[in-house]
């Protein structure tokens, strides 16, 4: 299944034996993620967020404190292309899976599909 939304995609992929959803990350530093699950942690359009851990593959952004990242209209969530550069990977190519823990929203890498 494949959704398409202003150009950008979510899709649901095999993982590690499990079907997963991956939120593709546009060329801006931005991802569509879903309404319910923004909302469901008192994400709307204005929040801001704080980047917390960054590895090569993964960004932990914390929902505790105002930061670069921010919440815009429709589910999009936009991290400065300077966060993205500290890791490997590449706006405009790759997919990421969402990993929403009580304090932060988790996301980690999945390669270029």
Do not use: H, N
């Not at 979510?10 to 990350?25: M, N, P, S």
């Not at 969402?98 to 270029?112: E, K, T, W, Y």
Request: with cysteine; net charge positive.
């Amino acid at each position: 299944m494949e959704k398409e939304r202003s150009g950008l995609f979510c899709r649901r992929i095999r993982y590690d034996g499990a079907w997963e959803t991956v939120y593709f990350l546009e060329s801006g530093g931005g991802l569509w993620l879903p309404e319910p699950l923004l909302r469901a942690r008192g994400l709307f359009p204005g929040r801001r967020l704080a980047v917390g851990k960054v590895c090569p593959q993964s960004v932990e952004l914390s929902l505790e404190a105002a930061g670069p990242a921010a919440v815009e209209a429709g589910g999009f969530l936009r991290v400065p292309i300077e966060v993205w550069s500290r890791t490997s990977m590449e706006p405009g190519r790759s997919w990421l899976a969402l990993f929403p823990l009580s304090s932060s929203l988790f996301l980690m890498d999945r390669g270029i599909l």
